[in-house]
């Protein structure tokens, strides 16, 4: 991994290389394409964090996270988390750092923001993310959100 990453918004001069960004094709059943993502973003701007993820000026990934989101979804208010919602790597660029760059980045910001743990999820399988979560010290909580499982990160504990 390169010194040079970066976030960055998703703005006009960007937006064709966020969306342009693919995972492997046999990875395209385990997160959602850019565009999805940037839909759900607009219609949830108050909890919705967005980035391109840049190795100098060259776009390598994507990252959503939720910040203090109503995580059981019934409108109760009674489970608010934040964490990774999406995390897309280019098919070309993974195994560079990319990944554990984006999830520290969010932490990072859930810390900014008061926050104490990094909520994500993912679909279960054995060609799914779940070792490199693992591998971040994220554990399984043992919930289900939908299809996949719910994972936590006490902030403490994330491993650089």
């Known amino acids: 991994m390169t010194t040079t990453l970066r ?5 006009d001069d960007n937006f064709d290389a966020a969306i342009g960004l693919k995972v492997r094709p046999d990875q395209e059943h385990l997160v959602a394409p850019v565009i999805r993502s940037l839909a759900e973003a607009y219609v949830n701007p108050d909890t919705a964090w967005p980035r391109l993820i840049l190795d100098g000026d060259r776009p390598v990934g994507f990252l959503m996270a939720f910040i203090d989101r109503d995580f059981a979804g019934d409108g109760k208010g ?3 988390r934040s964490g990774l919602w999406r995390l897309n790597i ?4 993974q195994g560079r750092g990319y990944g554990r760059f984006a999830v520290q980045s969010v932490a990072d910001e859930i810390r900014r923001r008061g926050g104490t743990r990094l909520t994500t999820t993912w679909l279960p399988g054995d060609d799914g993310p779940e070792g490199f979560y693992l591998g971040l010290g ?3 909580t043992g919930e289900m959100s939908g299809d996949q499982k719910v994972g936590e ?3 403490g504990e994330v491993q650089r």
């Open 78 to 80: 009674t489970d608010i």
């Open 7 to 11: 976030l960055a918004e998703i703005t």
């Open 153 to 155: 990160l006490e902030l």
């Open 138 to 140: 994220i554990r399984p």
């Open 90 to 93: 280019a098919a070309g660029e």
